[in-house]
């Protein structure tokens, strides 16, 4: 039952009828009441199209029984009587701006079991322009659409039903102050903020725009086209993507101690489905499958140990005691600590029963750290690991290293943190990587012992790996102005500048990218953990959906290469 009869209500109702609605079911009200055949006051060809015979006159008449409400005409058409007199769990679209047909309160006081849309922003299940227009056009000029057809419209409207039956992304709950969003009664229509419905609508629209015959430049590869929208929301999906699929090509195991967390239950079931890695989720099995119940996901292919009743308890205990006795560590200790989960992950990648291992979200960075480096240790031949952030700006991508673990690092110490970004530049993100080693001189400009440092690491790199484009020491300023390099230092070997910046100390190194990422508004893929025995990611403890996701390819792709 339609409450309105003007241009939105007529091209709903065609719409709905388009869709698969009967005309016969399908039932017009409008100021003057019912549209019914016969009538002759205020009717119009578009309304005759809706009108059959009936007894019925007023809107009071036709809605009971009804299963649906359409209302777009005005404040308080819909009644509480009404809507007692509607069917079992009724669905109404009370549309009418800036007042509803039945305000939202009122509405669920007087039914339960209501399904309630309205146009409001302070209230759930908002129906939203900015959820369809703009991707409608997005899909249709894509494919240079000769028009916007009915089909392409109910591409748009099933793309929006199918993507609210899919868990929201961190980015929607931080949007709402933390609230968690499930399909339900009260979340049927996907918020606007979710950045899904680009690449969930416009697609929709493009394949239907082909399929009924008016796209003009139709669209070969659809996936390739979905990438190029991702591209559009930043370009930090760019950097990552290459890394996306080549975890996909082989995918490893990743244990992640903190497996009860919601948020890393809904990040390895998404990676799960799409062949990321093969995950293994330490934890309670009860609790772990409990709030995968209450969030609504599945674990099916999801591996699930407890550290204390593991069968090979024993095996990891041994290990740890092995490891750690002149360390301090008991039999006593070695059998506590086995039992906390960052070091029973950490120990299944020391003996080969995970590939790599992702933590942090609940956990301090140095919490989660200390234990890997005990464990896992580094790489034969590393005396040191680092961190690197990935800083994604509007025209470059910068690494900044090292930005998480090395204090006051020594100049044998900072060549081997460039020597180590440098590899994952190269291996990881399949980039050339251009290293320029900062500090608060240029070239020899300013004599002072934290400039020799840099000095002397510069020419340890180029010593150690002359391949390798990388010089210094050089002022932040040199190394990102346009020209700068080129036009005062035309010797220096770093051809477009750098891409990789070494920063002296800690101090600098943290300010530094915490600067860029506030006030140049990068987006940041980070920290990424270099120099491990085997891969070990850090998550921040505001780490969202996108960022445990990229952190688990990385690490994918660093056990690949070893």
Same mark, same amino acid.
């Given at each position: 039952?339609?409450?309105?009869?003007?241009?939105?209500?007529?091209?709903?109702?065609?719409?709905?009828?388009?869709?698969?609605?009967?005309?016969?079911? !399908?039932?017009?009200?409008?100021?003057?009441?019912?549209?019914?055949?016969?009538?002759?006051?205020?009717?119009?060809?578009?309304?005759?199209?809706?009108?059959?015979?009936?007894?019925?006159?007023?809107?009071?008449?036709?809605?009971?029984?009804?299963?649906?409400?359409?209302?777009?005409?005005?404040?308080?058409?819909?009644?509480?009587? &009404?809507? +007692?007199?509607?069917?079992?769990?009724?669905?109404?679209?009370?549309?009418?701006?800036?007042?509803?047909?039945?305000?939202?309160?009122?509405?669920?006081?007087?039914?339960?079991?209501?399904?309630?849309?309205?146009?409001?922003?302070?209230?759930?299940?908002?129906?939203?322009?900015? +959820?369809?227009?703009?991707?409608?056009?997005?899909?249709?000029?894509?494919?240079?659409?000769?028009?916007?057809?009915?089909? &392409?419209?109910?591409?748009?409207?099933?793309?929006?039903?199918?993507?609210?039956?899919?868990?929201?992304?961190?980015?929607?709950?931080?949007?709402?102050?933390?609230?968690?969003?499930?399909?339900?009664?009260?979340?049927?229509?996907?918020?606007?903020?979710?950045?899904?419905?680009?690449?969930?609508?416009?697609?929709?629209?493009?394949?239907?725009?082909?399929?009924?015959?008016? %796209?003009?430049?139709?669209?070969?590869?659809?996936?390739?086209?979905?990438?190029?929208?991702?591209?559009?929301?930043?370009?930090?999906?760019?950097?990552?993507?290459?890394?996306?699929?080549?975890?996909?090509?082989?995918?490893?195991?990743?244990?992640?101690?903190?497996?009860?967390?919601?948020?890393?239950?809904?990040?390895?079931?998404?990676?799960?489905?799409?062949?990321?890695?093969?995950?293994?989720? +330490?934890?309670?099995?009860?609790?772990?499958?409990?709030?995968?119940?209450?969030?609504?996901?599945?674990?099916?292919?999801?591996?699930?140990?407890?550290?204390?009743?593991?069968?090979?308890?024993?095996?990891?205990?041994?290990?740890?005691?092995?490891?750690?006795?002149?360390?301090?560590?008991?039999?006593?200790?070695?059998?506590?600590?086995?039992?906390?989960?960052?070091?029973?992950?950490?120990?299944?990648?020391?003996?080969?029963?995970?590939?790599?291992?992702?933590?942090?979200?609940?956990?301090?960075?140095?919490?989660?750290?200390?234990?890997?480096?005990?464990?896992?240790?580094?790489?034969?031949?590393?005396?040191?690991?680092?961190?690197?952030?990935?800083?994604?700006?509007?025209?470059?991508?910068?690494?900044?290293?090292?930005?998480? &673990?090395?204090?006051?690092?020594?100049?044998?110490?900072?060549?081997?943190?460039?020597?180590?970004?440098?590899?994952?530049?190269?291996?990881?993100?399949?980039?050339?990587?251009?290293?320029?080693?900062?500090?608060?001189?240029?070239?020899?400009?300013?004599?002072?012992?934290?400039?020799?440092?840099?000095?002397?690491?510069?020419?340890?790199?180029?010593?150690?790996?002359?391949?390798?484009?990388?010089?210094?020491?050089?002022?932040?300023?040199? %190394?990102?102005?346009?020209?700068?390099?080129?036009?005062?230092?035309?010797?220096?070997?770093?051809?477009?500048?750098?891409?990789?910046?070494?920063?002296?100390?800690?101090?600098?190194?943290?300010?530094?990218?915490? +600067?860029?990422?506030?006030?140049?508004?990068?987006?940041?893929?980070?920290?990424?953990?270099?120099?491990?025995?085997?891969?070990?990611?850090? !998550?921040?403890?505001?780490?969202?959906?996108?960022?445990?996701?990229?952190?688990?390819?990385?690490?994918?792709?660093?056990?690949?290469?070893?």
């Amino acid at each position: 039952v339609f409450s309105g009869a003007g241009a939105s209500a007529i091209a709903c109702a065609n719409m709905m009828i388009e869709a698969g609605v009967k005309l016969e079911n !399908l039932w017009l009200c409008d100021t003057k009441g019912l549209v019914y055949t016969g009538r002759t006051e205020g009717m119009n060809k578009y309304k005759e199209k809706f009108a059959k015979p009936s007894e019925w006159r007023t809107l009071a008449d036709t809605i009971k029984d009804a299963d649906v409400f359409v209302g777009c005409s005005s404040k308080g058409a819909l009644t509480p009587e &009404m809507l +007692l007199s509607m069917a079992k769990q009724p669905i109404v679209f009370a549309l009418a701006n800036p007042d509803p047909e039945i305000d939202y309160p009122t509405a669920k006081a007087t039914r339960n079991d209501i399904i309630l849309a309205t146009g409001r922003s302070d209230y759930p299940n908002q129906v939203n322009n900015v +959820l369809g227009f703009p991707f409608i056009f997005r899909g249709a000029l894509d494919v240079r659409a000769s028009e916007i057809n009915e089909p &392409m419209k109910i591409a748009a409207a099933q793309a929006l039903a199918a993507l609210a039956r899919q868990e929201a992304p961190e980015s929607v709950t931080r949007a709402y102050a933390g609230q968690k969003f499930t399909f339900g009664p009260d979340y049927i229509i996907p918020k606007p903020f979710d950045p899904r419905v680009l690449l969930w609508v416009a697609p929709a629209v493009a394949q239907a725009a082909m399929d009924t015959g008016v %796209a003009r430049k139709p669209i070969a590869d659809m996936k390739a086209y979905i990438e190029r929208l991702e591209g559009l929301q930043g370009r930090s999906k760019d950097v990552i993507r290459s890394v996306v699929h080549r975890a996909k090509e082989n995918p490893k195991r990743v244990v992640f101690p903190e497996g009860d967390h919601p948020l890393i239950l809904q990040a390895v079931s998404q990676m799960v489905d799409e062949g990321i890695c093969v995950p293994i989720l +330490l934890g309670e099995p009860a609790k772990i499958k409990a709030v995968a119940a209450d969030h609504g996901i599945g674990l099916e292919g999801i591996e699930i140990l407890d550290p204390g009743t593991v069968a090979w308890r024993q095996e990891a205990e041994d290990a740890f005691y092995d490891l750690r006795k002149r360390r301090g560590v008991t039999r006593t200790e070695a059998k506590r600590q086995i039992r906390r989960r960052i070091y029973f992950g950490a120990m299944m990648c020391r003996l080969g029963k995970a590939d790599g291992l992702i933590a942090g979200l609940t956990m301090y960075y140095p919490e989660t750290i200390r234990p890997c480096l005990e464990v896992i240790g580094t790489r034969k031949g590393v005396k040191k690991v680092c961190g690197v952030y990935t800083m994604v700006l509007k025209n470059r991508v910068l690494f900044f290293s090292d930005t998480t &673990m090395n204090i006051e690092p020594t100049g044998e110490e900072l060549a081997e943190i460039a020597m180590l970004t440098s590899d994952l530049v190269k291996d990881t993100f399949n980039m050339e990587p251009k290293v320029a080693m900062l500090s608060f001189s240029s070239f020899g400009s300013v004599d002072h012992p934290l400039v020799r440092k840099v000095q002397k690491a510069v020419q340890i790199v180029k010593e150690t790996r002359p391949e390798l484009k990388c010089d210094g020491e050089m002022q932040a300023d040199t %190394a990102l102005a346009d020209g700068v390099l080129a036009e005062n230092y035309p010797w220096v070997d770093l051809p477009g500048g750098p891409n990789v910046l070494i920063f002296p100390d800690l101090t600098s190194g943290n300010i530094g990218y915490k +600067l860029v990422q506030r006030l140049a508004g990068a987006e940041v893929i980070g920290p990424i953990t270099c120099g491990m025995a085997a891969p070990v990611h850090v !998550l921040q403890r505001h780490s969202d959906l996108n960022d445990i996701i990229h952190l688990t390819a990385l690490t994918v792709v660093e056990a690949q290469q070893k």
